[in-house]
C-alpha cells in the first residue's frame, strides 16, 4: 500500500494497478484516490468502466489504444472481471504493448497468484492485497477519526463498538458516523452512547443468542431468535451461523489448547481479535465433544429439513432448545 500512496503522492504512475482482497472500503478509497489523482475533476472523457464476468476483452484493448482526449492519460477500470481466475492470456499478451497514456485499474475480490495475469500486473505495476485489517489498525484508525471530531471515547466503550460492528470497514465507518451525529454535542463517547446507536451485525445478534442458550436463558434466546425471523432473516440461516459459531468455539479451542495466545490465534484464523476473545469466552463453557455433538445435531437439524421430515422454523426452535439446556462440560 506504501507503494500506492506514493505513486498518488508523486503523479508517477504505473502502466497497471490491481487492488485485491475481502476489504471493500479500502479498495473503493484507493480506487477513489487513484481516479482523482490520474485524471482531471470531471473527466469523463478519458475513463472507461467495466464490471462483472462476460467483459469482451477486445473492447477493452480498443480502449486502451484510443488516445486520450486533451489529456495526459486515459484511465481503464475494471471490476469483479474474473480475469485473475480465470486465464486471460489475450489480455496479459496485451498489456506490455498497451500504450504509456492509458493506464488499466483492475479491483477483484478473489485472484490466482499462479495466473499469468497476476504475474505480468505484478511485474508491468502494482499489486496490492487489501484485506481485513487487525485490531491495532482498526483502534487506531477508529480512534484517529473521534479526535479528529475533538471526542475521546473510553476503552470499554471502544472495546463495546468492536464486539457489536466487527471489523469491516464499510460498517465500521458507516456505525461511526452514526456515532459522531448522536454524540454531537458531547466530548466523550460512553458505552451508554453506542448500545443507543450502533446496529448490530447478523453475526452479533447470533453470538447474543447463544451467549443467551450458555446461561440456559431459553426464553431471552428464543426472544432473540423471533427477533431475527421478524427482521426476514430465513431459519436456515440463522441455523448455519449458530453451526458456524459452534465451529469457531470448536477450533479456537483447539488451538488454545495447543498454546497459542488470542493474538496468535486471530491471526491464524484471520479473524477479529474482539471476537476471538468472546469467542474463547463461550468456548470456555464447553467441553470439546460438547461442541462437536452440537454440530453433528445442527447438521442433523438441516437434514430433517430438507428431507421435510420437520420445519424450518421448529428445527432451529428445538436446537435452540436443546442447546439450552446442555450442561456446560
Not at 33 to 61: H, P
Not at 156 to 180: V, W
Request: a negative charge; one cysteine or more.
Amino acid at each position: 500500500m506504501k507503494s500506492l500512496m506514493e505513486d498518488i503522492k508523486t503523479g508517477q504512475f504505473r502502466p497497471v494497478y490491481l487492488l485485491y482482497g475481502e476489504e471493500a472500503y479500502l479498495k473503493n478509497q484507493y480506487k477513489k484516490r487513484l481516479r482523482d489523482a490520474i485524471l482531471t475533476e470531471g473527466d469523463e472523457m478519458n475513463y472507461s468502466a467495466w464490471s462483472g464476468k462476460g467483459i469482451d476483452v477486445k473492447q477493452v484493448i480498443e480502449q486502451a489504444e484510443t488516445m486520450p482526449f486533451f489529456a495526459e492519460r486515459r484511465l481503464i477500470l475494471i471490476e469483479e472481471s474474473g480475469f485473475f481466475k480465470n486465464a486471460c492470456p489475450e489480455l496479459a499478451d496485451y498489456l506490455p504493448q498497451m500504450p504509456s497514456e492509458t493506464i488499466l485499474l483492475f479491483v477483484e475480490s478473489e485472484v490466482d497468484k499462479r495466473q499469468k495475469m497476476f504475474k505480468k500486473v505484478k511485474e508491468l505495476g502494482h499489486v496490492v492485497e487489501m484485506g481485513r485489517q487487525n485490531e491495532r489498525t482498526l483502534t487506531a484508525w477508529v480512534s484517529g477519526k473521534i479526535r479528529k471530531e475533538g471526542k475521546t471515547i473510553d476503552p470499554g466503550a471502544l472495546a463495546l463498538f468492536f464486539q457489536k460492528i466487527g471489523d469491516d470497514m464499510e460498517h465500521i465507518s458507516h456505525e461511526l458516523d452514526k456515532l459522531l451525529a448522536y454524540t454531537l454535542e458531547q466530548s466523550s463517547i460512553t458505552a451508554a452512547d453506542v448500545e443507543a446507536v450502533c446496529t448490530e451485525t447478523l453475526e452479533n445478534r447470533i453470538f447474543e443468542m447463544i451467549n443467551a442458550m450458555i446461561q440456559k436463558q431459553q426464553r431471552r434466546a428464543l426472544d432473540l431468535y423471533y427477533d431475527l425471523l421478524a427482521l426476514k432473516e430465513p431459519p436456515m440461516r440463522i441455523l448455519f451461523l449458530i453451526a458456524r459459531q459452534f465451529n469457531q468455539m470448536l477450533v479456537m479451542k483447539d488451538l488454545r489448547e495447543q498454546g497459542l495466545d488470542n493474538k496468535a490465534i486471530a491471526s491464524r484464523l484471520g479473524a477479529n481479535p474482539y471476537a476471538v476473545k468472546a469467542t474463547l469466552a463461550q468456548a470456555s463453557h464447553f467441553s470439546s465433544d460438547v461442541l462437536q455433538q452440537t454440530l453433528t445435531e445442527c447438521v442433523e437439524a438441516e437434514t430433517a429439513v430438507k428431507t421435510g421430515r420437520m420445519s424450518d422454523q421448529m428445527a432451529v426452535e428445538l436446537q435452540i432448545v436443546k442447546i439450552s439446556e446442555k450442561d456446560a462440560q
